[in-house]
Nanobody, 126 residues
Framework: QVQLVESGGGSVQAGGSLKLSCAASGYRLSSCGMGWYRQAPGKARELVST???????NYADSVKGRFTISRDNGKNTLYLQMNSLKTEDTAVYYC????????????????????WGQGTQVTVSS
């Protein structure tokens, strides 16, 4: 059974750092594209960063230069390192598995749909 378990959220002051983790099970992490999304109160869920199986990464303009997405294939875990946090980064952060792109096809991703973690709260205070 595919499962994504997120951790690492918390409360920090502006300028601080957090590292989020998403432990995946039920499939091989390296075979599928992965992403981080976030949803702030009263706003729609938005893309933060993606990590494709071919190594290509993507970042929202608002986080470029501050956030870094990475994988540890041995631990089957996805990470999001967040530095220089701003109050506007406050949101619930979700990881997602299976971007359903051509790179997923090439890598043999077995997921027939996109799976989501439960979310972890990040709160940045001024």
């Amino acid at each position: 059974q595919v499962q994504l378990v997120e951790s690492g959220g918390g409360s920090v002051q502006a300028g601080g750092s957090l590292k989020l983790s998403c432990a995946a099970s039920g499939y091989r992490l390296s075979s599928c594209g992965m992403g981080w999304y976030r949803q702030a109160p009263g706003k729609a869920r938005e893309l933060v960063s993606t990590s494709r199986t071919d190594g290509i990464t993507n970042y929202a303009d608002s986080v470029k230069g501050r956030f870094t997405i990475s994988r540890d294939n041995g631990k089957n875990t996805l990470y999001l390192q967040m530095n220089s946090l701003k109050t506007e980064d406050t949101a619930v952060y979700y990881c997602a598995a299976g971007l359903r792109t051509y790179s997923d096809y090439v890598a043999g991703c077995p997921l027939s749909e996109t799976y989501w973690g439960q979310g972890t709260q990040v709160t940045v205070s001024s």
